[in-house]
């Protein structure tokens, strides 16, 4: 089952002779339990592609499906709370909250993707130790090595059950150790849960978990293959 | 959720605090100001509105205590006497006199202007209405001081001091009777007569009704008898001191407080547009994940409703612990604090808190949550 479709996407930046084509006729669809990897140089469409896929940014035209609902015909409040429940996201840089433990941070998702608060911290709990880094639920962010962070928010992107996780050159930031270790864990749990993963980078070391590699260039998908490992 | 939201957008505390005591001195300044409007008002009330004095005279056209240079005849309370009613009445001089400290008579030396009160020492009307130490006078030589005159003038009880100009004991210092400006000095009739060349005058008669006869009625026989003067109720009298005082700083106070309030708003706008500017990516990130902007809203209100209220809180507290201190080290400013001011201060405060967020509120509907993917 799909769980992310985009049909014939286009999207604008500007206006008249300043309009920028961020995307043009992008057509994909991403299915559970897979794990898709955007590819393409800086400036291509990778991270505004992602942001049309969470419904952040309308299309100019063409159709965005999310988890069974059309995107375009959703309000602007019916698509946050559609966000909440049903996507994940992991950032370049962890963006987890300063003024929240990593705790906090997790269950802070979980409660926003609509459970309840017990429940949320039950899951936030299981997820940390999933993630080996129970031990620093108690811990501010900024105590934290950049992987720990980063597996900090994978947990956050996971926690409440998404149907897809989005993530932006989430090993950006880290060296290869602690970057494998997170691609590792975002990519098991995520299959454990049925949630499929679409990641953009530029990072090749994330081929060897991927199922697909999707390559975008100028705002349109130049090819797509199975990854061979 | 709601708390988990506040707090990931809560400002550091060291900020916090500092703003705070920053938004807690503007209050404490609006709060002294008022405190020491009421102080005088309420000296001035605790003399003229003091218990025994029913009724006041005073020469034609005079209508309170402060701001007085007409006189009357000195025998003028021996007529008062005679009136059925009136239970006893007694002259009072009032006059401004220069006191001076014997340690130092130098013009250098510690000089002060204060009101001097004449009475018919000891047992007559418009006496101290209250002693903190010592006696009140009873010879032509004993004066007894305000406490904070005292401490200007560095004298205490058996010291001895000059007015204008002629030696006199300290004997008592009393309490209630500073007007921040200037002070009450509270001498025999002679004493007073004599520092002023007022003998055979007086400056205002206070009378008390003989029990069971309303003051409002002996009124209204004193003038007919007496066309010529003014004649007060206590509570007319008291009211028309208070308003005298009023119009010299009601105009200052307003402004001051005012200016107090635009720091303080001017404060909270600062700490809140500084926490929306410096939560900015937090916001964005909140706004990505899907956290409604009203939730959002609301917690940067609230933190900015609470900073003002704290803020107000530690004003008035620290206004009451000034209070306390000044009556020990320095009572020459005396300071009446009322929890009606603070809870107004307070009200007033988390009001401009609302209104001071409204532009960082503005700020943070523009935030765009793609700001969450920027490396």
Redesign the interface.
């Given at each position: 089952m799909m769980v992310l479709e985009l049909d014939r996407v286009r999207r604008t930046r500007g206006v008249g002779p300043h309009a920028v084509e961020a995307l043009r006729d992008v057509s994909l669809a991403v299915g559970g339990g897979e794990f898709v990897l955007l590819e393409g140089p800086s400036g291509a469409g990778k991270t505004t592609l992602l942001a049309v896929a969470a419904g952040l940014l309308r299309p100019t035209s063409g159709d965005v499906c999310l988890a069974g609902r059309r995107l375009p015909a959703m309000s602007l409040g019916e698509c946050r709370r559609h966000r909440a429940t049903r996507v994940g996201f992991v950032f370049q840089r962890s963006n987890l909250l300063p003024r929240l433990t990593v705790g906090e941070n997790v269950v802070l998702m979980a409660v926003l993707g609509g459970m309840a608060r017990e429940a949320a911290k039950r899951e936030t709990t299981r997820m940390l130790e999933a993630l080996g880094i129970a031990t620093l639920a108690d811990r501010y962010p900024h105590e934290l090595s950049g992987g720990e962070e980063q597996r900090a928010a994978v947990a956050r992107a996971l926690v409440h059950g998404p149907a897809i996780v989005l993530a932006d050159e989430p090993t950006g930031s880290l060296d290869g150790v602690s970057g494998r270790a997170v691609a590792e864990s975002l990519g098991s749990l995520a299959a454990e849960r049925g949630a499929a993963v679409l990641v953009a980078t530029h990072d090749v070391r994330l081929r060897s978990f991927a199922s697909r590699r999707v390559r975008i260039v100028d705002g349109r998908i130049a090819d797509s293959e199975p990854d061979l490992g | 959720?709601a708390a988990?939201?506040r707090?990931?957008?809560?400002s550091r505390p060291a900020r916090f605090w500092l703003t705070a005591g920053g938004i807690g001195v503007a209050a404490l300044l609006v709060l002294v100001l008022g405190a020491a409007y009421r102080s005088v008002s309420s000296s001035v009330a605790a003399y003229v509105g003091q218990p025994g004095i029913d009724v006041w005279v005073a020469p034609g056209g005079v209508d309170n205590l402060m701001r007085s240079s007409a006189f009357l005849p000195a025998h003028l309370p021996e007529s008062l006497a005679t009136i059925r009613g009136v239970a006893a009445a007694d002259p009072i001089v009032r006059a401004y006199v220069t006191v001076r400290d014997e340690a130092d008579p130098s013009p250098a030396g510690h000089r002060l202007a204060l009101i001097a009160i004449g009475y018919a020492a000891p047992t007559g009307g418009g006496g101290p209405p209250a002693l903190v130490r010592g006696r009140a006078p009873l010879d032509s030589t004993d004066i007894a001081l305000d406490r904070a005159a005292a401490t200007r003038l560095g004298v205490t009880l058996g010291d001895t001091v000059w007015v204008n100009g002629r030696a006199a004991v300290v004997l008592g210092l009393t309490g209630g009777t500073n007007l921040l400006a200037t002070q009450f000095l509270f001498a025999n009739l002679s004493t007073v007569d004599g520092a002023s060349g007022l003998r055979g005058r007086a400056s205002f008669a206070v009378v008390r009704c003989t029990p069971g006869v309303q003051p409002a009625a002996l009124v209204g026989t004193i003038r007919a008898r007496f066309p010529r003067l003014s004649v007060y109720p206590r509570e007319e009298f008291v009211a028309n001191n208070a308003r005298e005082v009023a119009a010299g700083f009601i105009p200052l106070l307003t402004l001051v407080a005012v200016l107090g309030l635009l720091a303080a708003t001017v404060l909270v706008a600062l700490l809140v547009h500084a926490v929306v500017e410096e939560r900015r990516?937090?916001l964005a990130?909140?706004l990505?994940?899907?956290?409604?902007a009203r939730a959002l809203t609301g917690a940067v209100i609230r933190e900015a409703v609470t900073l003002a209220a704290v803020g107000a809180m530690l004003g008035s507290a620290a206004g009451l612990v000034l209070r306390v201190v000044l009556d020990h080290v320095l009572p020459v400013i005396p300071l009446a604090f009322r929890v009606t001011d603070a809870a107004r201060i307070l009200l007033v405060f988390a009001a401009a808190g609302i209104g001071a967020a409204a532009i960082p509120v503005a700020r943070l509907r523009r935030i765009d949550?793609?700001e969450?993917?920027r490396?």
């Open positions: - | 959720m988990l939201i707090k990931a957008l809560s990516e937090d990130v909140l990505a994940l899907g956290a409604d949550p793609l969450a993917f490396p």
